[in-house]
């Protein structure tokens, strides 16, 4: 049985947001209109966001729908949406999130097994995403602390507390320190069942790194003979710590022995992979995940599409 008092709450929740966020009020006026601190109407205005109350979209504009649906036909994809190129890294990062975001909710259905990489932008695109339908979600890779950010099983623990979804996460590194500790992680029953369910994905939303220090996470992580060593074996990018060349081919290194998370062929054989990538460096990058089959739509900014098309010219 609900309480008296929840139900008060609850029409009070709604009645101080409407106040504030669509009529217009300020917090003056409405707490003395009813009768209230205006530091209890800002306590209020937090909680409304925290339960759900009230949710705070800022969704700029697509840059240009035309110009995306070009790239997508000549790369023979399914979609090329492209968001605006902002001042600084963060500023686009921020721009490919939401469009990101936007982008997800579009491709998830009810029941639907979505499996979803880590990186920052990924990281910042699930602020946006709001409310999902029942679905599962699936950590496609083990964690890999990048300073000043989160990780894959803070990712997953946002999922997780989400209404309807249920989450499947991967309790290893991304990197660990040889072949054999790998292949344990793997055959953890929970780290098992989480990577097998890679084999049947509906949705998967992944990050494209160029490989390079500055453009990949696991570049930084490792030491630099393997770092020539995947160079020398024709890597050029990255996805979810897997290296591919220039025609999207898996490159096998010491470094793929080490990873814990989703291959190339998993995802290859998923039906809609989304993948994000922005900057000129990743253009290269992004072409070959298509001629690999390993992304079908692309959310980028408008500093990629103009290496796109140059590359493609």
């Not at 890294?89 to 939401?98: C, D, G, L, Q």
């Not at 770092?227 to 898996?250: H, K, M, N, V, Y």
Request: hydrophobic share 45%.
């Amino acid at each position: 049985m609900t309480h008296p008092d929840s139900n008060l709450i609850s029409n009070l929740l709604v009645e101080v947001s409407t106040d504030y966020y669509l009529d217009g009020k300020s917090k003056v006026e409405i707490a003395r209109h009813r009768g209230i601190s205006r530091f209890q109407v800002a306590r209020l205005l937090a909680q409304a966001r925290d339960e759900g109350v009230v949710r705070i979209e800022i969704t700029p504009p697509r840059a240009d729908g035309e110009r995306g649906a070009r790239l997508a036909a000549r790369l023979g994809l399914r979609e090329v949406l492209i968001a605006a190129s902002g001042e600084d890294t963060t500023a686009t990062r921020e721009n490919v999130a939401v469009e990101l975001a936007r982008t997800a909710r579009e491709h998830i259905a009810e029941g639907a097994t979505v499996g979803v990489s880590w990186s920052r932008t990924v990281e910042a695109a699930v602020r946006h995403i709001g409310r999902l339908p029942q679905c599962d979600v699936v950590q496609l890779v083990g964690a890999l602390p990048v300073e000043g950010s989160g990780n894959s099983l803070a990712l997953i623990s946002t999922f997780a507390q989400m209404p309807g979804v249920r989450t499947w996460p991967v309790w290893s590194p991304l990197l660990v320190a040889d072949a054999a500790t790998a292949a344990g992680m793997r055959r953890q029953p929970e780290i098992a069942d989480a990577l097998a369910r890679a084999d049947h994905l509906d949705v998967a939303v992944v990050a494209i790194g160029h490989w390079s220090e500055r453009t990949s996470t696991v570049f930084p992580q490792i030491s630099a003979e393997e770092q020539r060593a995947a160079t020398e074996a024709g890597a050029i990018a990255e996805c979810s710590g897997r290296l591919f060349d220039a025609e999207g081919r898996p490159v096998r290194t010491s470094l793929d022995e080490r990873v814990v998370g989703v291959t190339l062929e998993q995802l290859a054989a998923t039906p809609q992979v989304i993948a994000i990538g922005y900057g000129a460096a990743v253009a290269p990058g992004l072409v070959a995940a298509v001629r690999g089959g390993i992304a079908n739509t692309l959310v980028i900014d408008e500093t990629a599409a103009t290496a796109l098309e140059t590359l493609l010219d």
